[in-house]
């Protein structure tokens, strides 16, 4: 495994904390290329999968798009375009709230349930191959002090 330094080829830092904080922007864009590569077969992108994962959870109740917004990964995401192209692609569907009109929830399709059910690659990344580098202890570690950093 080359070190951040051997990748992109920078052996001088103004400190840890610079070299840390690349590392982790570094790492961040890495994991989102292999999460898009794994999820290119599925045509789906990277937010309309965490979309669906969402709405895995809630299933088989709906969720009101607000709902959804806040707990995306990607908060800059446009959730009605991403809504729009999911509806298209027949994985969710809309229907009007049952005690409110004025709020249109979000359910996960038959389609949409099997898409997710297809796609074992992106599982496979954090069930099998991350747990080869990282194990238990490196994960809560890791987890923790990114936690820490976020403050």
């Known amino acids: 495994m080359k070190s951040l330094q051997e990748e992109i080829q920078q052996r001088k830092w103004q400190n840890d904390q610079q070299l840390a904080l690349i590392n982790v922007l570094y790492t961040y864009h890495w994991l989102k290329d292999q999460m898009s590569e794994a999820l290119r077969p599925y045509k789906i992108?990277?937010?309309q999968y965490n979309v669906l994962r969402i709405l895995r959870g809630s299933h088989p109740q709906g969720m009101a798009a607000a709902r959804i917004r806040e707990r995306l990964l990607d908060k800059t995401s446009d959730v009605s375009r991403l809504l729009d192209r999911l509806v298209v692609n027949n994985?969710?569907?809309r229907q009007?709230?049952?005690e409110d009109k004025r709020i249109t929830e979000i359910y996960l399709t038959l389609r949409g349930l099997e898409i997710l059910g297809?796609?074992?690659s992106v599982d496979k990344l954090h069930k099998e191959q991350l747990p080869k580098t990282l194990n238990d202890?490196?994960?809560q570690l890791l987890s923790a002090l990114l936690d820490k950093?976020?403050?």
């Open 91 to 93: 994985l969710v569907e």
């Open 149 to 151: 950093m976020r403050g």
């Open 96 to 98: 009007a709230s049952k």
């Open 137 to 139: 202890e490196d994960a």
């Open 45 to 47: 992108t990277m937010q």
């Open 118 to 120: 297809q796609i074992r």
